[in-house]
């Protein structure tokens, strides 16, 4: 109960909390023709001038970058607000208008990614998605060994688990990715990403791992002994396809040649704390709801396994 | 398309929404393996 409250807090404040960025932002891409006003996070300082409808405040953006800003007096706001609204620049005396308000003194702010936008919030979706899908294959291997070294069928159970949930969540990120990138790229697939088909070859590999499984005819024992064996090579390939390819490849996809990953082992996320506060509390949201259906899933068979011991 | 492309938040609200279909979608065919040990009580 408390862990729903959590998750559906995260999600909600995912959605809600304001993205902005600052007054460059603004001008560089109203430089650059991308679009005439920008959200920018301002904190209103003092009243430089007054008229019956506009007063101008020196204002600071959320990276202390002191300019001056024209405020309607229609908003009804006063110095020292923290402002999250949309600004447009005039070139002429380098000043900024704020256009519209959406939201007096935030209790967070999301930073705006330039090209992305409010798309940036998928990162809080995607990302986590891929990681976890990482953490299930990973935690599949290790109970792919302790078979192997114990011959217990309940390990080969707890893999078989791990798996079909690391394939789930890889299939998620997969589409995720996709509905992203024709938003932010114009295309849902393309051949010449190496992200996209490097995921696409991981998924086919842990298909093949449940193909093999239930193709096999043969006893319980030997059956989970070939898949145990087949799934610690399949993750052999994981480090490769997730990781290294689309580092050494040229991509679209962030994490592509020199640049560092989002979660990399550093330990440092390459983005705006609030940003990354929010990521990982996802990431151990959807971590403890992969250890939830992994137990649920358990269960179930077991149960099965008691009833029908001849079904597979 | 165009209404997605002008509206991005409703590209982040249908990411979410496939990120929990799928989930919902393995606890409904788990849910199927209930239903299943039940009947063959």
């Given amino acids: 109960m408390i862990f729903a409250l959590c998750f559906g807090t995260s999600i909600f404040l995912s959605f ?50 002191e300019r001056i800003l024209h405020v309607p007096n229609s908003f009804a706001l006063q110095s020292g607000m923290t402002v999250v609204g949309e ?57 792919s060994i302790l078979f192997l070294r114990k011959g217990n069928l309940k390990y080969d159970l707890h893999a078989r688990a791990a798996s079909s949930l690391g394939l789930m969540f890889t299939t998620l990120a997969t589409v995720t990715g996709s509905i992203w990138a024709r938003f932010s790229w114009g295309k849902f697939w393309d051949w010449d990403e190496p992200r996209e088909t490097s995921i696409l070859v991981l998924l086919l590999i842990y298909i093949a791992y449940f193909l093999l499984r239930s193709l096999l005819e043969d006893t319980e024992e030997k059956k989970a002994r070939l898949a145990a064996v087949y799934n610690i090579i399949a993750f052999a390939t994981v480090p490769f396809l997730m990781f290294v390819l689309p580092r050494i490849t040229r991509s679209l996809h962030p994490g592509s040649g020199s640049e560092a990953p989002v979660i990399n082992l550093s330990g440092k996320t390459h983005i705006d704390p609030s940003f990354s506060l929010f990521l990982w509390i996802n990431v151990a949201c959807f971590a403890i709801l992969f250890f939830i259906i992994k137990d649920l899933y358990i269960r179930i068979e077991t149960i099965r396994q008691q009833r029908e011991p001849n079904y597979d | 398309m165009d209404f997605l492309q002008n509206n991005p938040l409703y590209v982040v609200a249908i990411i979410a929404a496939v990120i929990w279909a799928g989930i919902f979608l393995f606890l409904m065919r788990l849910s199927g393996k209930v239903s299943k040990l039940e009947n063959g009580k």
Avoid: W
Wanted: proline letters at 6%; aromatic letters at 12%; a neutral charge.
């Fill in chain 1, 87 to 143: 600004c447009s620049f005039t070139p002429s005396d380098s000043s900024y208008t704020l256009m519209n308000v959406q939201r007096v003194n935030p209790a967070m702010i999301f930073p705006l990614i330039q090209g992305l936008g409010e798309l940036g919030r998928n990162i809080l979706f995607h990302v986590p998605m891929s990681f976890i899908a990482f953490i299930a294959f990973l935690v599949g291997t290790f109970y």
């Fill in chain 1, 16 to 65: 809600s909390t304001p993205v902005a960025g600052g007054f460059r932002d603004t001008a560089m891409l109203m430089m650059l023709g991308v679009s005439k006003q920008t959200p920018v996070a301002v904190t209103l300082g003092n009243r430089i001038s007054d008229s019956s409808s506009i007063s101008t405040y020196s204002s600071k953006d959320r990276f202390d970058a």
